[in-house]
C-alpha cells in the first residue's frame, strides 16, 4: 500500500535503532523504524503500550541519539550536528507537546507562551505573533492567568502555542488529549488540525484515541519497534471505522512496501 502524496517530504526517518540497556538486559526499543511525513501533513501515530511511539518522537526531535540510522528535517541530517548545534536547531524547528503540559506555574499563560522568544529577544514582530497566537487559542482573557487557574484543555493549549511560537516546521505531541476530557481533547486536535490546515505546518500527534487520530491525514500504526502499517485518513473516518483499520493493520502481515532506493 505505497501512498502517493503531493507535497516534498519534510521529515525522512530512516532505518532508526535504538535499544536501551536496562542491567544486563537490552531492549529493543526501535528496530529499523522508517517514516515520510510531508510539509503540511498531519499524521497519527498508533500502537500498543511500548511498541516505541514515545522513543521514536525522542528521535526524530534530536533529545535521544539513535544506535544508527538517520532522520532529516527538510536537508538537515539530525544527528550528523554537534549537540550544541543540534540544541539550537531543535529550538528553532521543532515544537513538542507532551501530556504532561510541562508549564511553568509560577508564569501566566502569555509567559509560558512568550518562553521561548527570550533568547531571541520579544520584538515587535514577536509581539504581533504572540497577540495573534493567543487569540488563536482563544485565551485573550486568560492571558494573565496562572497555569494553575487554567482548565487542562487551557493549560494544553497554552503548551501546544509555546510549541508553535517560534514558528517551528514541525510539531511533535506525544498523546497531547491524554489527561483531557473529550471536549478538550478535541479542542486541542482542531487547532492542530488548523495549523496543518491553514498554515501548512507538519503535525505527528502519537495517540491511543481513535477519535485523535480521526483528524488526522494518514495513520501510522507501529509494533515492536518498527512502522508496521498505515492508512489513508484523510477521507476522515468517524472514529469507531478508525478504530476498525488500525485493529486490521495492526493485524495484518507487514503491508509496507520496501522502500525503494
Ligand atoms: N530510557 C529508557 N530506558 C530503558 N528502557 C526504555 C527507556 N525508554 C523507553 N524504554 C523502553 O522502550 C520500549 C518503548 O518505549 P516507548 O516509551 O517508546 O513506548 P510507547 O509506544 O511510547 O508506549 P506508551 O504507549 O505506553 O507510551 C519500552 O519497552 C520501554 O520500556
Ligand atoms: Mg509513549
Redesign the pocket.
Known amino acids: 500500500m505505497l501512498m502517493t502524496r503531493g507535497a516534498a517530504p519534510l521529515l525522512r526517518v530512516e532505518s532508526i535503532v535504538k535499544r536501551?540497556?536496562?542491567g544486563a538486559a537490552t531492549?529493543d526499543?526501535l528496530q529499523d523504524a522508517s517514516l515520510t511525513v510531508d510539509e503540511g501533513e498531519f499524521v497519527a501515530v498508533m500502537?500498543?503500550?511500548?511498541?516505541?511511539?514515545?522513543?521514536?518522537m525522542h528521535v526524530i526531535a534530536g533529545l535521544t541519539r539513535p544506535d544508527s540510522g538517520r532522520v532529516l528535517i527538510g536537508d538537515q541530517d539530525l544527528f550528523s550536528l554537534s549537540d550544541r548545534r543540534l540544541t539550537k536547531f531543535r529550538h528553532e524547528r521543532i515544537g513538542l507537546v507532551f501530556q504532561a503540559f510541562n508549564l511553568i506555574p509560577t508564569l501566566t499563560a502569555e509567559a509560558n507562551i512568550a518562553l521561548p522568544l527570550l533568547a531571541a529577544g520579544r520584538s515587535n514582530a514577536m509581539e504581533e505573533r504572540l497577540n495573534d497566537l493567543i487569540e488563536r487559542i482563544g485565551l485573550t482573557s486568560r492571558r494573565e492567568h496562572l497555569p494553575d487557574s487554567l482548565s487542562g484543555g487551557e493549560q494544553q493549549r497554552v503548551a501546544i502555542a509555546r510549541a508553535i511560537v517560534q514558528d517551528p516546521a514541525i510539531v511533535l505531541a506525544?498523546?497531547p488529549t491524554g489527561s483531557l476530557d473529550s471536549n478538550n481533547g478535541q479542542a486541542v486536535c482542531q487547532l492542530l488540525y488548523e495549523l496543518s490546515q491553514e498554515r501548512r505546518r507538519t503535525i505527528i500527534v502519537?495517540t491511543?484515541e481513535p477519535s485523535v487520530a480521526a483528524w488526522a491525514d494518514r495513520v501510522v500504526v507501529?509494533k515492536d519497534?518498527r512502522v508496521q502499517a498505515e492508512f489513508d485518513a484523510s477521507t476522515r473516518f468517524e472514529p469507531q471505522e478508525l478504530a476498525a483499520r488500525y485493529q486490521a493493520a495492526l493485524h495484518a502481515p507487514t503491508s509496507l512496501p520496501t522502500p525503494a532506493v
Open positions: 536501551f540497556r536496562q531492549i526499543a500502537g500498543s503500550s511500548g511498541c516505541g511511539k514515545s522513543t521514536l506525544d498523546e502519537v491511543h507501529m519497534g
